[in-house]
């Protein structure tokens, strides 16, 4: 079996997954197990993960096709990797970055290396004889998160595209719903609407409040999909872990002064994703505001006390974008 045969077979792939293919209901399958050994696989930036997908029988012809679903374009098919038991092919994004893990003869598991923040999702493995195509969906959740980005000259300035590129300066993506209500779970309150990766715009509230959209519960509160090209909202930007370290340099410093101190130690002022990491993955606490790279001057408090911001709550606190001569702040930088 050559690769020829392999791609020949994709192009009637596309009618058969799409008209057949239907939720699974736990122990209806015949060739896959189902439910897959976990149905939702943890990773973070950078890393390397296994998504299970493993053969109860083997039919006498079959492919396995693993693909990643795309909530935002229903009907596209995201094809990472289609082989059968001789040879494999890759594609896409996710390809160059897939291998079949193959640890016996009825493993069909996919690994995939190198973690990108785009990568988390749902993925489904499919087995494909013509006959009874099966499938099972296993869901990657890339461990992050989630901070609210305000543009420099105030609220609600940015449509979708714009709110993507922000989110993608400070080292992330723009997130999901789903990422967007886990954060919310993990203390997330905020009362400014931001777009999220699927259009839609919401916001999370922990503490009900008038201002706030009124006395409904708290939860996650939805303005549904938006024009993304005219309506305008703040952004909800997803990142993770990095491998560089955030520093903090004490000093009394304007910003252009900031981005020196920084440069003298080999490192650059720290994006704002960047800080959320630091502070999200190694717990950073500085009790001290210091320019970011945006311009604006913010500090992370994980143990929360009354002379730091006076918050109850751990988080990034944000002095807003000062005047960059005449405010004097330390630094951050990232190295
Ligand atoms: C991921 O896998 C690659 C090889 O496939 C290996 O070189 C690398 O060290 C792994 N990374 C981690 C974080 O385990």
């Given at each position: 079996m050559n690769c020829a045969v392999i791609l020949l077979l994709t192009s009637s792939c596309?009618?058969?997954?799409?008209?057949?293919?239907?939720?699974?209901?736990?122990?209806?399958?015949?060739?896959?197990?189902?439910?897959?050994?976990?149905?939702?696989?943890?990773?973070h930036r950078?890393?390397?993960?296994t998504l299970p997908c493993i053969l109860r029988?083997?039919?006498?012809?079959?492919?396995?096709?693993?693909?990643?679903?795309e909530p935002e374009h229903v009907g596209r098919e995201n094809i990472i990797m289609i082989s059968n038991s001789h040879a494999f092919k890759q594609y896409g994004r996710l390809g160059p970055r897939a291998a079949l893990r193959k640890a016996h003869t009825m493993d069909a598991?996919?690994?995939?290396?190198?973690?990108?923040?785009?990568?988390?999702?749902?993925?489904?493995?499919e087995l494909v004889n013509g006959i009874e195509d099966e499938s099972v969906a296993i869901s990657l959740r890339i461990e992050g998160?989630?901070?609210p980005y305000q543009s420099k000259n105030g609220r609600y300035r940015f449509t979708f595209q714009e709110a993507k590129d922000v989110c993608a300066e400070q080292d992330g993506i723009l997130a999901s719903y789903s990422q967007l209500y886990r954060a919310w779970t993990e203390g997330l309150d905020w009362c400014n609407a931001g777009w999220l990766d699927d259009g839609t715009v919401h916001y999370p509230i922990i503490e009900s409040r008038p201002a706030c959209g009124g006395e409904m519960l708290p939860g996650i509160r939805s303005y549904g999909p938006k024009d993304k090209k005219v309506d305008q909202f703040d952004a909800f930007c997803f990142t993770s872990q990095t491998s560089g370290s955030v520093s903090y340099i004490s000093g009394s410093f304007s910003f252009e002064q900031a981005e020196h101190a920084c440069q003298r130690q080999g490192a650059a002022l720290a994006l704002v994703g960047q800080l959320y990491s630091a502070w999200r993955f190694q717990k950073y606490d500085q009790c001290d505001g210091g320019w970011l790279r945006d311009g604006s001057v913010r500090f992370p408090i994980s143990n929360p006390r009354e002379r730091c911001g006076g918050l109850p709550e751990a988080g990034v606190r944000s002095f807003g974008f000062p005047n960059r001569m005449k405010h004097l702040y330390g630094a951050y930088c990232y190295r």
């Open positions: 596309f009618t058969w997954s799409s008209a057949i293919y239907t939720p699974n209901r736990a122990g209806t399958l015949k060739y896959l197990l189902e439910p897959p050994v976990f149905a939702e696989v943890v990773g950078g890393g390397n993960v029988t083997k039919p006498s012809h079959y492919k396995v096709k693993w693909t990643k679903l598991s996919l690994q995939l290396r190198g973690l990108e923040l785009e990568d988390g999702g749902t993925y489904r493995c998160v989630v901070f």
